[in-house]
RNA sequence: GCAGAUGUGGCGGAACUGGCAGACGCACAGGACUUAAAAUCCUGCGAGGGUUAAACCUCGUGCCGGUUCGAUUCCGGCCAUCUGCACCA
């Protein structure tokens, strides 16, 4: 009986004590970087979704090693972070402490389950020696002018008392705690990472990425090409500029909308004859959650400024000027023109405020052809149909807007009529270009990074205000700057971080001047420690920077990263990002950080739930290491269904995985000597090696576990299998299952370890059989199969067919033949 | 609404560039071993028909249609579920 509690524990002890698995310094040999997410080491414990991740990447880091690769794959913890510090504020312990025993009780798991990760380079983003070079690079974007200090509305977590980054806010209320989060003015910490936003979409181009990772970037980053256009604001020489996708709609537009918090109101307080109106709704808007403001279905409000009114600069006629909150101050020029014709959100504004509807674009006949006599029966047709747009009576009847950019013909619209929408986009933009009303202009949805937290637990901002000189950074031999040792972790009235009432840290002086100065007290978020940490692991204890030249060109851009789906738009991005500019300022060899990134799909209950204490269907790793052992929940988490694809928890399942290790274990007792494989086994073992090696590099981690099922399943048919076989067949099991393998290897007379055995190979001729069992179909049906040799001559085997189905095509007439080679016959008869 | 994915037995899932649908596992059933049970080993297992038993036949990969000698796979159109984003002009 296969003890793996013993076994486990044996060889355990063994690798973390040798540093069995730890990367060579050696730079001469050839590299591979395997990357898993480090944990939040939260108090829970490790949940069963990071062994997922993390066995999938040991078992390519590990037979990356049999290849003869010096592999890097190492782990830390991402310590920072809101749990600790509320746990603190309740329970005053120093987070520090909780930390701490929560990292311990984390490398003890992972231990357990018998990863090959590099225990030397573990990285802890809360220890000084480490954030030390977070904040070096928060100065180094500072001088660079990416990181800048910006009073702007950002969301506020009612609940954390904190700002929160748009990533961090999900349907309204944030991520973390699930408060409410509204808008609030505040002083923050912004890193310019709309400055690459272009490049973070090109050089993806560069990386072999998962396609829907890509697409959710890209998705994300949101780059909509269009133009901005100036409308004169009547009787004075002042405009209103809005931007827009769609200028050639421009005809369509009938009224302007601006957003609650655009300075043209300020502007023209007055001459707006209905300001106390409009400040009302300027002060309801602004008390909404953002949640609120953004909700679907919700009617359309606003109100009309009256007193001043914007020019068409293509029709010239004048035209309303309302605000409305569907308008955002975020996004374009806060402005925009609104054509209800032809987009649904104006349209529903237009309908309820009772505004003209001009249709300008029709949708594209289908036998159009661009000429001047298509475009006068498309006239014909326009005036029929629209007859009732122009006249004073205008009846607003149209029932939808056309939004199809691609299937549209411009009609009403002076020098654009007859033009399909893409060409009087150009056309459009080179006019007003002409005109010097307005450009093409690109825009994207990504904004600026909010950088500062109003919390305690979390890397100080190393800046220091000074009356005379400004912000100035900390200088860099004075980094680490260290969090204050406080008791007091709540967080201020205003929710200002607990370090605003540190005055004895704040107070310092000016590195610049020298005159008294104060620190900055808010900190970074946890999005800064994960930013950089793989570049931490390699040269883990550098103290002189945040790693050694050498070890950057030699183990960079890591080769492999796998990680969650939900950190695409954030971490990932936000890496991406610190990497680039660490490019461009010479420290790192790389434009990308990541030459390779994959997901892993979540784990759920056993009931298809998210698994959560209050669903009580939670799995805890380390009953199922104590139940099962280590190798059996690996093998288990790999076999449970498609690598990136959502799997839920079945006990029956595990069950049966160990059942099959049991069955490994037992084939001891059938072993025969032999140093080739046998006649019996010898092509299945040729076809495994193959099948195992290109499905691990596909992350068909499922179909392996399969093979090495079917194996065993062969291998107790014979009650036979020779030393040769079963050292193949541990070899391909050993990433899997590296316990039990290594143990067994060693006793049936193994005396290396099989860590660093060279990885088994095959010959292609070998995996390939003689004798074909190939199907014979009558009209694509299957009536028998037979038997071929390889290659066979294709006489040979229509003969064959046809003999095997003599009798149902007797006295039919042969219409048809087909052969795939060594595939299939099909035969067509009438 | 936009983007991405998924849909195959009682269940989780296989099926390489179109070529025997259901590998492998779970559950279930039968048998062997055992005083007995568990464990283990062996066998069967999509549905319907057919046969003493086989052979064999029909249907079957979300739905409708198409291309093809042949479609889970390709094309067109739907439906359902999941994930991310979303008043982004």
Redesign the pocket.
């Known amino acids: 009986?296969y003890n793996f509690k013993e076994v486990e524990k044996k060889w355990q002890e063994k690798w973390y004590a040798e540093g069995t698995f730890n990367a060579k310094n050696d730079y001469s040999k050839e590299k591979w970087y395997g990357l898993v997410e480090f944990p939040y080491p939260s108090g829970q414990g490790l949940h069963v979704g990071h062994p997922r991740s993390y066995t999938a990447l040991d078992i390519i880091a590990r037979k990356r090693r049999m290849q003869g690769y010096n592999v890097l794959f190492p782990i830390g913890f991402d310590a920072f972070g809101l749990p600790a510090e509320n746990y603190a504020i309740k329970n005053h312990v120093h987070p520090k402490i909780t930390t701490e025993k929560n990292i311990n009780h984390f490398r003890e798991q992972l231990k357990a389950l018998g990863f090959s990760f590099d225990w030397s380079r573990e990285v802890n983003t809360t220890d000084p020696n480490y954030y030390k070079w977070t904040q070096w690079i928060f100065i180094q974007l500072y001088k660079h002018g990416l990181a800048y200090k910006a009073t702007m509305p950002i969301n506020f977590c009612t609940g954390c008392k904190v700002g929160l980054a748009?990533?961090e806010?999900?349907?309204g209320v944030c991520e973390r705690c699930g408060s409410p989060v509204v808008q609030k003015e505040k002083s923050q910490w912004m890193l310019k990472i709309t400055e690459y936003a272009q490049r973070l979409i090109d050089d993806l181009d560069d990386v072999n990425f998962l396609?829907?990772i890509k697409?959710?970037q890209?998705?994300?980053i949101?780059r909509?090409e269009?133009a901005e256009v100036n409308f004169k604001i009547s009787g004075t020489d002042d405009n209103l500029l809005?931007?827009?996708?769609?200028p050639d709609t421009i005809f369509g537009a009938t009224y302007m909308v601006i957003?609650p918090e655009h300075e043209l109101i300020k502007k023209y307080k007055d001459r707006i004859t209905n300001i106390d109106e409009v400040e009302e709704y300027k002060k309801k808007a602004a008390l909404k959650s953002?949640f609120e403001?953004?909700?679907?279905n919700?009617?359309?409000?606003g109100v009309e400024i009256k007193g001043i009114k914007a020019i068409n600069p293509l029709t010239n006629k004048e035209i309303p000027i309302w605000i409305?909150?569907?308008?955002?101050?975020?996004?374009?020029?806060?402005?925009?023109?609104a054509?209800p014709a032809h987009?649904?959100?104006?349209f529903?504004f237009a309908k309820k405020f009772n505004l003209p509807i001009v249709p300008v674009i029709i949708e594209k006949p289908k036998d159009y052809d661009n000429n001047r006599e298509s475009l006068e029966l498309l006239e014909k047709e326009i005036d029929a149909k629209f007859a009732y747009c122009f006249g004073d009576d205008q009846k607003r009847n149209m029932s939808e807007p056309f939004t199809d950019v691609n299937n549209g013909i411009a009609v009403n619209s002076d020098f654009l009529d007859g033009l399909e929408s893409k060409d009087a986009i150009n056309k459009v933009i080179e006019y007003i270009e002409e005109h010097k009303i307005g450009k093409r202009t690109v825009?994207?949805?990504l904004r600026d990074w909010v950088f500062s937290r109003q919390r305690y637990w979390g890397e100080p901002i190393p800046m220091v205000y000074c009356e005379k000189c400004g912000w100035v950074p900390v200088p860099e031999e004075e980094l680490p700057l260290r969090l204050p040792e406080i008791d007091d972790y709540e967080p201020g009235e205003n929710g200002e971080s607990p370090l605003a009432k540190q005055e004895e840290w704040i107070n310092t002086t000016c590195p610049h001047c020298g005159g008294k100065a104060r620190r900055e007290t808010d900190t970074m978020p946890q999005w800064a420690g994960s930013s950089w940490y793989y570049l931490r692991y390699m040269d883990a204890h550098n103290d002189k920077a945040l790693a050694s030249k050498e070890a950057l060109e030699y183990w960079s851009p890591i080769d492999w990263y796998n990680g969650g789906?939900?950190h695409?738009?954030l971490h990932l991005l936000y890496s991406r990002f610190w990497h680039k500019f660490l490019y461009d300022i010479g420290v790192v060899p790389t434009k990308e950080p990541y030459a390779k990134r994959t997901s892993h799909g979540m784990i759920l209950g056993s009931n298809g739930e998210?698994m959560s204490k209050s669903k009580g269907n939670v799995i805890n790793p380390d009953d199922i290491v104590e139940e099962f052992g280590a190798d059996a929940f690996r093998v288990y988490e790999m076999?449970?269904?498609?690598f990136?694809?959502?799997?839920?928890w079945?006990m029956?399942?595990i069950?049966?995985?160990m059942?099959?290790l049991?069955?490994v274990w037992?084939m001891q007792e059938f072993l025969v000597d032999g140093d080739k494989y046998s006649e019996k086994f010898e092509k299945m073992m040729h076809k495994a090696i193959k099948k195992v090696s290109s499905d691990i590099e596909e992350m068909?981690f499922?179909?392996s576990?399969?093979t090495?099922?079917?194996m065993?399943?062969e291998f107790?048919?014979e009650k036979q299998i020779n030393k040769a076989e079963f050292t193949t067949f541990l070899q391909l099991l050993n990433p899997f299952a590296p316990h039990m393998t290594e143990e067994l290897y060693q006793k049936i007379g193994g005396t290396e370890e099989l860590a660093y055995k060279a990885w088994p190979t095959y010959d292609e001729t070998k995996t390939i059989e003689d004798e074909?069992?190939?199907?014979v179909?009558i009209?694509?049906?299957?009536?028998?199969?037979i038997t071929i040799k390889k290659d066979e001559d294709e006489e040979v085997v229509k003969q064959k067919a046809k003999e095997a189905i003599a009798s149902?095509i007797e006295g039919k007439k042969i219409i048809?033949e087909?052969y795939?080679k060594n595939?299939?016959y099909?035969i067509?008869i009438g």
């Open positions: 009986m748009n990533e806010v999900v349907n396609d829907k697409a959710q890209i998705n994300w949101g909509s269009g809005i931007y827009t996708t769609r957003a953002d403001r953004a909700e679907l919700k009617e359309k409000t409305s909150d569907y308008v955002l101050i975020t996004y374009g020029t806060g402005a925009i023109m054509v987009d649904t959100r104006d529903e825009n994207y949805k789906m939900e695409t738009t998210k076999f449970m269904g498609p990136d694809q959502t799997a839920s079945s029956e399942s069950r049966g995985c059942k099959f049991d069955r037992n068909k499922n179909t576990v399969a090495f099922m079917t065993v399943n107790y048919k074909i069992e190939i199907p179909q009209k694509g049906k299957v009536r028998a199969t149902q048809k087909i795939v595939k299939i099909n067509v």
